[in-house]
């Protein structure tokens, strides 16, 4: 995946950002809940930019735990995030959160909800709505821009989830179990759009999922964490060529063979 | 499934009772009126009780005050201190109630004074009012003040409280400030319960202010029903108390409209 390689050395100085820097890095992160209960334990992890990295593992892993501090929601009890090489005190502007329970507000529109990152940073309303229709219809949701979230199906209403990340500009979307409140079919074509979706946008994705084939099917880097403490149990990069047919991927020897090989390594973990 | 309010606290019981309600066609409305005046029309007539008198004998009573005039000047006199003690009680009861929400340093401090208002009988402190404040004014807008602020601190504190974590997770991590997570977020989130608890504490502000007019001196709707019933003229009586039962009602109806049209739009037109 690193198609540039022959980036020259002086460039990784301080005030360049070369591609093959890490965007997202995590240096030694620890989680104590409560004082006794050890969530994250020593985790050393470095996103590169334009990636789509999958966190995965069984629940109580601490998934969930590791991207909200990346997303500077919560308090690391010791180590340091950085993305862009600046330290994380808190949430900002080049990282947007797409939350599992969607997180939509019931008495706003869909624009109004896609739009809403642009309203707290003080965009003017013609502004924010036309960036944000453009993300609403780029996430396929045209035609619904007046609706309420109620009057949207699940799926539907994560696509607004999605479009109010996307809308603020952020370099790195955190996706937390975007699909798990959604069904089968819907997390299908959720995930195939996805795909698309990444060609067109240049972000860095970095998705907590516990489905392995999810996982298999989006990433170009899969972090296994293993539970109680969570624990970096294995990375592993996929070579899976996800250009063609979107079905394809679910056929392909290597997308088996990779979901076979992580839950045989993950199997242990589940009671 | 993962709806963005929890059902209970979306209007509470109140509120989707008159909601039922004002969605019934027009027809079964009054059907349903005219089935209960004719019941009390029956039992009125068959003389059961010497005190109970027909409908059309209350509701000719109720034309006679009303053009006689004493109708008019008792709701005057009784309004005063309802309207001082519900605009105090709504005031105080929700900046109250939302700062306990927000801040636990204020929490600790007054909950158990509201906890204990809500709990105890408050009408038997209305004897302890007159002691204190005399029979004028003050002790009336008092004994409002006593029965209808508890229940409208303690829904508002815990609206606040029950506002979904994730949309405070989503307005922070989309760079909100404090301000603009408490005006845009929380309080919107909250008034279906607050004004739950507003209308319950309506409700109980009318009693309040016929419990003072019964108890410390008779004026205004407490004297109408207090004079007639010692003249022995029942029907002026029922006719006094059943106006007073409908304004209730109609006022708290209202209440329930205007915060639909104010902060509920995605219900606009489902009543």
């Known amino acids: 995946m690193n198609a540039i390689a022959h980036t020259p050395a002086s460039s990784a100085g301080t005030t360049a950002t070369p591609v093959d820097l890490p965007i997202v890095k995590t240096e030694g992160i620890h989680k104590v809940y409560g004082g006794t209960v050890q969530a994250l334990k020593d985790i050393n992890l470095e996103f590169k930019r334009g990636e789509m990295t999958s966190l995965l593992g069984p629940s109580g892993c601490g998934k969930t735990t590791l991207l909200k501090i990346i997303a500077g929601l919560l308090k690391p009890t010791a180590g340091e995030v950085r993305v862009n090489g600046k330290p994380v005190t808190g949430p900002g502007p080049e990282r947007a959160f797409v939350f599992q329970d969607f997180a939509l507000m019931p008495w706003a529109t869909v624009l109004r909800n896609a739009a809403f990152g642009l309203e707290q940073q003080g965009v003017a309303r013609a502004e924010r709505e036309e960036r944000a229709r453009h993300y609403v219809e780029e996430v396929g949701l045209a035609g619904f821009e007046d609706k309420y979230p109620h009057e949207l199906s699940g799926g539907m209403r994560q696509r607004v989830g999605l479009a109010r990340a996307l809308a603020v500009d952020a370099d790195v979307l955190l996706m937390d179990e975007p699909f798990s409140a959604v069904d089968e079919q819907t997390r299908r074509k959720f995930q195939e759009d996805l795909i698309r979706l990444r060609e067109v946008e240049n972000k860095t994705f970095i998705i907590v999922t516990h489905s392995i084939e999810e996982a298999v099917y989006l990433s170009d880097r899969i972090v296994l964490l293993s539970p109680r403490p969570g624990r970096v149990a294995q990375v592993l990069d996929p070579d899976i060529n996800r250009t063609g047919d979107p079905d394809a991927i679910r056929r392909a020897p290597e997308y088996l063979d990779l979901t076979d090989d992580i839950w045989r390594g993950l199997r242990e973990y589940v009671e | ?271």
């Open chain 2, 1 to 271: 499934m993962s709806a963005t309010v929890p059902a209970a606290i979306a209007g509470g019981p109140t509120g989707s009772s008159i909601a039922r309600f004002s969605q019934m066609p027009a027809m079964w409305r009054i059907l349903s009126l005219a089935l209960f005046f004719a019941v009390w029309e029956i039992a009125g007539r068959t003389n059961f009780n010497y005190a109970f008198p027909t409908f059309f004998e209350t509701l000719a009573a109720f034309f006679e005050m009303i053009f006689d005039g004493s109708m008019g000047a008792a709701y005057l006199r009784t309004l005063e201190p309802l309207i001082i003690g519900l605009v105090l009680s709504l005031g105080v009861g929700v900046s109250a109630g939302v700062a306990m929400g927000l801040r636990k340093e204020v929490e600790f401090l007054s909950l158990p004074i509201f906890i204990t208002m809500q709990a105890a009988p408050m009408a038997a402190l209305i004897p302890l009012i007159t002691f204190v404040y005399g029979i004028g004014l003050t002790s009336k807008v008092l004994a409002v003040i006593f029965l209808a602020m508890p229940v409208i601190t303690i829904n508002s504190y815990k609206a606040v409280r029950n506002v979904p974590p994730s949309l405070l997770d989503m307005s922070r991590s989309f760079m909100g400030t404090r301000w603009q997570q408490v005006t845009k977020v929380i309080l919107p989130a909250a008034s279906p319960m607050m004004f739950a608890g507003i209308r319950l504490g309506v409700a109980e502000g009318f009693s309040g202010v016929v419990l003072a007019e019964l108890l410390i001196t008779p004026t205004g709707i407490g004297d109408l029903i207090t004079f007639h019933r010692s003249v022995a003229n029942f029907a002026h009586m029922y006719a006094t108390i059943a106006s007073i039962v409908a304004f209730a009602v109609i006022a708290v109806s209202l209440l329930y409209r205007l915060e639909i049209t104010l902060f509920r739009p995605e219900k606009r037109g489902l009543s």
